[in-house]
């Protein structure tokens, strides 16, 4: 049975509608649709895809955008729950594709249903997309799938709050990076107005008089000229650098150079190392609690860990491990992971409870960096409106001068 696209409308009121139908053939859709009063514009095959690796880097390409986490997560706490009411897995994967709505998430559970009906496993039917489900979560649900009864649940239990927990850091890191973002743009905004458009209104007056005008004003009106020749060109070139920069620092070379420079600046090395280790805890400590040997968690966290530096380092790791060295100092070897860690997992190596004292590390790094996104806050807000004030208070004493200048010849 394969499953097809639709696109029509309805019987009636001409209500246009989308979805996905199960059957044999062409002509058993229609029909299946013709009873459901829907009468198809576009009817097409879902093909199974090609398994498709996850995405690494930007890239300037119109591929299909990904869905929201928030569906994912959904989709992945859906599945444990009816997995752990005991319901088989194309059953489960039916009831979670109902309660998808219309859109190119449910082809794509529409696809791995089908996958699974003609025996692929569902790791192997996952793996199919994967820009959407990565390698550490299609290796999670193979070794679920190993573990026998009751540990594929589980697995999508661990999946699902996992997933959530990165969902709320990277909420909070994007709320830390909003207020500065606007601050900054507004700020921008009303100087380039200040420059192009009200100080040479007020500064005209001073062409006239031919006074001998103070320095700081005459670098404003330097400043002021430059905008209002030059500044179109300059936003040109502006965006047309940052794109370059950025096609650049999403290819390997580039994003490995830009990485090495970030990880070197004093204050955001730091909370970089932070946040590397505490992925780097959470995903090999998940991995290797349900059951996925060493060196092949090693290798999946490499390719999860969302930095090429990092990718490098841990696979390093995993070589260092194969050929028997301890995971601790193969990981302090690297010189990326802060040294607490390390001397956790270490310790967790000697008691013989590593996954443990992985996820223990993972937790008490992302309380750490919860709580150094809240001091970054309380830092940048005054010192934006230090910044914004000095200028504006150098734009009005830039003009004020000459004016009171101006009055005490005039007395």
Known sequence: ???????????????????????????????????????????????????????????????????????????????????????????????VEEQIRTG?????????????????????????HGRIFPPMYVSLVR????????????????????????????GRLASAMIYPTVMAVVGGLVLVFLLAVVVPKVTAIFSETRQVLPMVTRVLLVVSDFVREWGVVTAVGLLAGGMTFAWWAGTAAGRARVE?????????????????????CQLLGLLLKSGVPVIASLQVTAEATGFATIRAGILEVARDVERGDSLA???????????????????????????????RAAIMYREEIEHTLERLMQLVEPVIILIMGGVVGYVVVAVLLPILEMNQLIK
Do not use: C
């Open 329 to 359: 100092l193969a990981l302090e070897r690297t010189g990326h992971f802060q040294s607490l860690a390390v001397r956790m997992i270490q310790a967790g190596e000697r008691a013989g409870n590593l996954e443990a004292m992985l996820e």
């Open 104 to 128: 190119p998430f449910r082809e794509v559970v529409a696809t791995i249903r089908n996958a699974v009906s003609e025996g692929q496993s569902l790791s192997d039917a996952l793996a199919m």
């Open 143 to 170: 070794a679920g799938e190993r573990g026998g009864a009751g540990a594929l649940e589980g697995v999508f239990e661990r999946l699902a709050k996992v997933m959530e927990e990165e969902r709320r850091v990277r």
């Open 1 to 95: 049975m394969a499953v097809f696209r639709y696109e029509g409308m309805r019987a009636g009121g001409g209500k246009r509608v989308s979805g996905v139908v199960d059957a044999d053939s062409e002509r058993d859709a229609r029909r299946l649709l013709k009873q459901q009063d829907l009468f198809p514009t576009l009817l097409e095959k879902l093909d199974a895809p090609k398994p498709e690796p996850a995405a690494k880097s930007l890239r300037w390409s119109f591929r299909k955008r990904l869905p929201p986490m928030r569906e994912r997560i959904v989709f992945t706490r859906q599945m444990a729950t009816l997995l752990a009411a005991g319901f088989p897995v194309m059953e489960v994967l039916a009831g």
């Open 260 to 280: 090495r420079f970030l990880w070197r600046v004093p204050l955001l090395g730091s909370f970089l190392s932070q946040v590397a280790t505490m992925r780097v």
